[in-house]
């Protein structure tokens, strides 16, 4: 687990860390130092420590003017012991809506176990960015993290897509493709 980095393609384009609107701004990061451990296994010590115990996660890109995001994630998300949900949206979510952010791109490949709990974090994220015409999307979550989320009806708020290849896109079009099927999803939603 220690080979997997956050994605690092765009941070010519963002770094959250010179970011002062970023809940991460001013951090500073070893090469050669790991400390973080999801199982017992190091991380990466680029991914974020934002509180949980199981979860890490890297902003990737912000946009203010067009008011989306772009999260990765890594490890177990545990709503059940660790309220995951909560620590990320009261320590990340909420500070990213604070300053704009409405639409949310969160990326789950790396999430390998999901344990809910209530839905009720969930439900005011989604409740704080749909007056503005804001989302929150999961892309490429794992085949049974995508079953534990679906079961527990969180898909409800957080829309599930099993994404082609995200990599290649730069941050503006791969919001602009997830906008866009937003947009039809809403407008048609059958």
């Not at 010590?45 to 890297?58: E, M, N, R």
């Not at 709990?117 to 503005?132: A, G, I, P």
């Not at 990599?167 to 939603?189: A, E, H, V, Y």
Request: with cysteine.
């Amino acid at each position: 687990m220690h080979e997997l980095e956050p994605y690092f393609n765009w941070r010519h384009l963002y770094i959250g860390e010179e970011d002062p609107k970023s809940p991460f701004f001013g951090k500073e990061y070893s090469e050669f130092q790991y400390t973080q451990t999801v199982y017992n296994y190091y991380i990466h010590p680029q991914w974020d420590d934002f509180g949980s115990q199981t979860l890490y996660l890297k902003i990737l890109f912000v946009d203010y003017e067009s008011s989306f995001a772009i999260i990765e994630f890594i490890g177990e998300w545990n709503d059940a012991i660790e309220n995951d949900i909560m620590t990320l949206k009261r320590d990340v979510i909420d500070r990213l809506i604070a300053h704009g952010i409405g639409k949310f791109i969160l990326i789950g490949e790396n999430v390998m176990n999901f344990h809910s709990s209530d839905d009720c974090y969930y439900e005011e994220w989604l409740e704080d960015v749909t007056e503005e015409g804001g989302w929150i999307v999961m892309l490429s979550l794992a085949e049974q993290s995508k079953y534990d989320f679906t079961h527990a009806g969180i898909d409800r708020y957080v829309q599930l897509i099993d994404m082609f290849e995200w990599r290649p896109f730069t941050p503006m079009n791969l919001f602009i493709k997830i906008d866009n099927l937003q947009l039809k999803r809403l407008n048609n939603p059958n």
